[in-house]
């Protein structure tokens, strides 16, 4: 069973910093793909970021140039972290860590239990 552990939300002030990580542990599927959505009250989730099994990165326009994705495989635990730069008040959102993967013929969408961010102004 895949558990996913977020850590590092908090409060920030606009222009600050703070750096997400999410530990995936339990993973007999091939990744690929990882990646961190948010949902702020009264909207949609949405993606911020998101980091291919061959590095490949996607950011949302909202957060390009202020935010960066990486990953590191260790063993028998995946973590993906989000440095957030830069943040703004708009950036105050839950969290959200998220895996995707398969191992044929199953296919597989993990979500974390969110971690909150609030950026004061």
């Known amino acids: 069973q895949v558990v996913l552990v977020e850590s590092g939300g908090g409060l920030a002030q606009a222009g600050g910093s703070l750096r997400l990580s999410c530990a995936a542990s339990g993973i007999s599927f091939n990744i690929n793909a990882m990646g961190w959505y948010r949902q702020a009250p009264g909207k949609q989730r949405e993606l911020v970021a998101t980091i291919t099994s061959g590095s490949s990165t996607n950011y949302a326009d909202s957060v390009k140039g202020r935010f960066t994705i990486s990953r590191d495989n260790a063993k028998n635990t995946v973590t993906v972290y989000l440095q957030m730069n830069s943040l703004k008040p708009e950036d105050t959102a839950v969290y959200y860590c998220?895996?995707?993967?398969?191992?044929?013929?199953?296919?597989?969408?993990?979500w974390g239990h969110g971690t909150q961010v609030t950026v004061s102004s």
């Open positions: 998220n895996v995707r993967g398969s191992k044929w013929p199953e296919s597989y969408d993990s």
